[in-house]
């Protein structure tokens, strides 16, 4: 398995934007699926945003029309753009491989408060 790791998580005000970056140790060419996940103090971790191999996308609600995923096989990353952060953003952010997800990176946490 490749070993992801996230960055780019940080302390921003409401209305703010961040970008995070998961870098992969090896390829991730042949991963059909990777992911962003999410998980907020008490809940459960959920998804965010993934994208296939071939550039596909699939957002979940909260995050459609803010936060924009995408990779770079050659790179061996995979972004997400989050602008017009809210309050309930914050969270711990995490990198998945595979579908379903069974390949994490440690996480990157994302605090949104003024």
């Known amino acids: 398995q490749v070993q992801l790791v996230e960055s780019g998580g940080g302390l921003v005000q409401p209305g703010g934007s961040l970008r995070l970056s998961c870098a992969a140790s090896?390829?991730?060419?042949?991963?059909?699926?990777m992911g962003w996940y999410r998980q907020a103090p008490g809940k459960q971790r959920e998804l965010v945003a993934r994208i296939t191999s071939g550039g596909s996308t699939f957002y979940a609600d909260s995050a459609k029309g803010r936060f924009t995923i995408s990779r770079d096989n050659a790179k061996r990353t995979v972004n997400l753009q989050m602008n017009s952060l809210k309050r309930e953003d914050t969270a711990v952010y995490y990198c998945g491989a595979g579908y379903p997800a069974n390949n994490w990176g440690e996480g990157t946490l994302v605090t949104v408060s003024s």
């Open positions: 090896g390829s991730i060419s042949r991963i059909y699926v």
